[in-house]
């Protein structure tokens, strides 16, 4: 396939349509990006005109390596509680947790509103909220690919894109001002499996009617050329499938439906029994068939207790995993933990997922294992058995040539995809001026002619932390605590004083975890200990109330600075002070 060419320039002078706006003169759009931009996940963008608000897309991020401890990350809705009386609904484009993950935590704060969603998102949505008993209904309605619905002055028209999960949707909002268009995650796939290719033909009628903004996915801008059909992907699963003489363990991401679409349907084709593993892969895998999205017979899925009454050559598993979690299916199989399923000799293992940035080495252990094992091991670099579902660079052009809008807002990515979406719109003919780069927070507002800027303006938008049952109770003090803790350990040092005399009795007792081992260390201890008796005497006379606070941070401080002294390391000093 050829490159994308150039907006042609007829096109780039073809007026945009921004309605009736006399009577909304003085009122601006504005596109308020919550999360999403400078980072993958958290995906929520604010639309506010007038006294209306529509939110698309409600996903929570998971953590940092650097955030110990932390669950996931939601948007900050601090802007969105205190305007809660415009919010007229909220759009979901698809099924994925960067963009329905966040709802349970956010819907009832900001007044329940609608939310809209195509029938497999509604499904998964209502599944998520289950896990939180404690919270009231959502308001979930099912909208199809053809509807339009009227959100105050908002009107909302969707089309089909293809991504990794079925029921996937761009949304078109028709504003006072013009016409925006949102892709959410999206890529073009001619000859997609269990699905319809986008639907380029309603794409390019919206851009012959006048688009002021495309809002567009950025996250697989770094990659050249077009995005690989999962029919290519299907073809090299069918391969190995046939050759494999043992057991088939395809491990991949619980929400990538279309490859758990296209194992259960090929384990069904090769008379394969395939056992489903992971609670997030079995409640995806439930919903998929009773919506219809998953054609295999009944009789090919088998309880994983039931997998040892067949031969090797006879089954399938489908699990989580193929990041190396600690937790998940894989790990527990590859490390023998798992009660029913352990490696076998011949066994063909499957990482149908690309390695996120950071779980390279745990992957790779898992890999070693399972040769040692005598497994073998496929994954997306030998050959095409992964296919993200982002545009690739070929796409990103195709689709603003397509929509040939007057502004493009890159979306959905770190700020260096961001730029290069850019570029790609300058490449096809638009001018570098309208290219609108937005961060976090940061409001981007277009006036009444179809103006567009991004503005200094900036609401809240930090992180919100998710640690167990806290919302956002943790923040850069406690994870800064974590991590101290995890780079150089604690050291506690107990000192019981006399409540008359002032003095210390006994010997102070020190505890120290992930610093040093104590039994070892007599010297170290014994000369901290001296320190502290020292601190105390010098600080404290009998008649005088002391101030047991500035005497806790002296001994911090010095026995900090004395640590660092010895060993070069700073561990976390907790002095105690008892008074009997």
Request: glycine letters at 8%.
């Given at each position: 396939?050829?490159?994308?060419?150039?907006?042609?320039?007829?096109?780039?002078?073809?007026?945009?349509?921004?309605g009736?706006?006399?009577?909304?003169?003085?009122?601006?759009?504005?596109?308020?990006?919550?999360?999403?931009?400078?980072?993958i996940?958290?995906?929520?963008?604010?639309?506010?005109?007038?006294?209306?608000?529509?939110?698309?897309?409600?996903?929570?991020m998971?953590?940092?390596?650097?955030m110990?401890?932390?669950?996931?990350?939601?948007?900050n809705?601090?802007?969105?509680?205190?305007?809660?009386?415009?919010?007229?609904?909220?759009?979901?484009t698809?099924?994925?947790?960067?963009?329905?993950?966040a709802?349970?935590?956010?819907?009832?704060?900001?007044?329940?509103?609608?939310?809209?969603?195509?029938?497999?998102?509604?499904?998964?949505?209502?599944?998520?909220?289950?896990?939180?008993?404690?919270?009231?209904?959502?308001?979930?309605?099912?909208?199809?690919?053809?509807?339009?619905?009227?959100?105050?002055?908002?009107?909302?028209?969707?089309?089909?894109?293809?991504?990794?999960?079925?029921?996937?949707?761009?949304?078109?909002?028709?504003?006072?001002?013009?016409?925006?268009?949102?892709?959410?995650?999206?890529?073009?796939?001619?000859?997609?499996?269990?699905?319809?290719?986008?639907?380029?033909?309603?794409?390019?009628?919206?851009?012959s009617?006048?688009i002021?903004?495309?809002?567009?996915?950025?996250?697989?801008?770094q990659?050249?050329?077009?995005?690989?059909?999962?029919?290519?992907?299907?073809?090299?699963?069918?391969?190995?499938?046939v050759?494999?003489?043992?057991?088939?363990?395809?491990?991949?991401?619980?929400?990538?439906?279309s490859?758990?679409?296209?194992?259960?349907?090929i384990?069904?084709?090769?008379?394969?029994?395939?056992?489903?593993?992971?609670?997030s892969?079995?409640?995806t895998?439930?919903?998929?068939?009773?919506?219809g999205?998953?054609n295999a017979?009944k009789?090919?899925f088998?309880?994983?207790?039931?997998?040892n009454?067949?031969?090797?050559?006879?089954i399938?598993?489908?699990?989580?995993?193929?990041?190396?979690?600690?937790?998940?299916?894989?790990?527990?199989?590859?490390?023998?933990?798992?009660?029913?399923?352990?490696?076998?000799?011949?066994?063909?293992?499957?990482?149908?997922?690309?390695?996120?940035?950071?779980?390279?080495?745990?992957?790779?252990?898992?890999?070693?294992?399972?040769?040692?094992?005598?497994?073998e091991?496929?994954?997306?670099?030998?050959?095409?058995?992964?296919?993200?579902?982002?545009?690739?660079?070929?796409?990103?052009?195709?689709?603003?040539?397509?929509?040939?809008?007057?502004?493009?807002?890159?979306?959905?990515?770190?700020?260096?995809m961001?730029?290069?979406?850019?570029?790609?719109?300058?490449?096809?003919?638009?001018?570098?001026?309208?290219?609108?780069?937005?961060?976090?927070?940061?409001?981007?507002?277009f006036?009444?002619?179809?103006?567009?800027?991004?503005?200094?303006?900036?609401?809240?938008?930090?992180?919100?932390?998710?640690?167990?049952?806290?919302?956002?109770?943790?923040?850069?003090?406690?994870?800064?605590?974590?991590?101290?803790?995890?780079?150089?350990?604690?050291?506690?040092?107990?000192t019981?004083?006399?409540?008359?005399?002032k003095?210390?009795?006994?010997?102070?007792?020190?505890?120290?975890?992930?610093?040093?081992?104590?039994?070892?260390?007599?010297?170290?201890?014994?000369?901290t200990?001296?320190?502290?008796?020292?601190?105390?005497?010098?600080?404290?006379?009998k008649?005088?109330?002391?101030?047991?606070?500035?005497?806790?941070?002296?001994?911090?401080?010095?026995?900090?600075?004395?640590?660092?002294?010895?060993?070069?390391?700073?561990?976390?000093?907790?002095?105690?002070?008892?008074?009997v």
């Amino acid at each position: 396939m050829k490159e994308q060419t150039a907006i042609k320039a007829e096109d780039k002078k073809r007026p945009i349509q921004i309605g009736n706006n006399r009577k909304y003169l003085g009122k601006n759009l504005r596109i308020i990006p919550l999360g999403g931009l400078e980072e993958i996940g958290r995906n929520m963008t604010i639309f506010e005109y007038g006294n209306d608000i529509v939110i698309v897309d409600c996903g929570l991020m998971f953590p940092e390596e650097e955030m110990m401890g932390i669950d996931y990350i939601i948007p900050n809705i601090e802007y969105l509680e205190k305007n809660k009386h415009k919010i007229r609904g909220m759009i979901i484009t698809h099924g994925h947790f960067d963009h329905i993950g966040a709802i349970p935590h956010i819907a009832h704060r900001i007044g329940n509103p609608p939310i809209y969603a195509t029938e497999l998102t509604k499904a998964l949505i209502v599944r998520r909220q289950e896990d939180f008993k404690d919270q009231s209904p959502l308001n979930v309605r099912v909208v199809r690919k053809i509807d339009r619905i009227a959100l105050g002055v908002f009107k909302i028209e969707f089309f089909h894109v293809n991504h990794s999960i079925p029921d996937s949707v761009g949304v078109v909002l028709r504003t006072p001002v013009g016409t925006i268009i949102h892709t959410g995650d999206f890529k073009f796939d001619h000859s997609p499996i269990g699905d319809v290719p986008a639907d380029i033909s309603k794409i390019a009628r919206l851009g012959s009617e006048g688009i002021l903004a495309l809002m567009s996915d950025s996250t697989d801008s770094q990659s050249e050329g077009y995005s690989v059909s999962e029919s290519k992907i299907r073809e090299n699963l069918e391969k190995i499938f046939v050759s494999a003489k043992g057991r088939v363990i395809t491990a991949t991401f619980s929400s990538l439906v279309s490859r758990i679409q296209q194992i259960a349907e090929i384990a069904d084709k090769y008379g394969r029994k395939l056992v489903i593993e992971g609670y997030s892969m079995k409640n995806t895998v439930e919903i998929a068939k009773e919506l219809g999205y998953i054609n295999a017979k009944k009789s090919t899925f088998i309880d994983v207790k039931e997998i040892n009454n067949y031969p090797d050559s006879k089954i399938a598993v489908l699990c989580t995993g193929a990041q190396g979690e600690g937790n998940a299916v894989l790990m527990r199989i590859v490390n023998g933990e798992h009660r029913y399923i352990q490696i076998h000799h011949g066994d063909t293992v499957i990482f149908s997922s690309s390695v996120i940035p950071g779980n390279e080495r745990t992957v790779q252990g898992m890999k070693d294992t399972l040769y040692k094992k005598g497994a073998e091991v496929i994954h997306y670099k030998m050959m095409d058995i992964h296919s993200g579902g982002h545009a690739r660079q070929e796409d990103l052009k195709m689709m603003i040539n397509l929509v040939r809008p007057k502004y493009l807002i890159p979306i959905h990515g770190t700020y260096y995809m961001l730029k290069l979406h850019a570029n790609l719109a300058t490449m096809v003919g638009m001018d570098e001026k309208n290219t609108l780069v937005g961060e976090n927070g940061r409001v981007i507002e277009f006036d009444y002619r179809g103006n567009g800027k991004v503005t200094s303006e900036k609401v809240p938008s930090s992180y919100v932390m998710v640690d167990g049952l806290g919302v956002g109770d943790i923040g850069n003090v406690v994870l800064r605590d974590r991590q101290l803790l995890a780079k150089d350990g604690m050291f506690t040092i107990v000192t019981v004083i006399d409540k008359k005399t002032k003095k210390v009795i006994g010997e102070p007792q020190v505890t120290s975890r992930g610093f040093i081992y104590v039994k070892e260390n007599f010297d170290l201890v014994n000369a901290t200990k001296k320190r502290v008796k020292a601190i105390v005497a010098k600080s404290t006379s009998k008649d005088a109330l002391p101030n047991w606070d500035y005497i806790k941070n002296n001994i911090r401080d010095d026995l900090g600075q004395f640590l660092f002294q010895k060993t070069q390391r700073r561990p976390m000093v907790l002095p105690v002070i008892i008074e009997v």
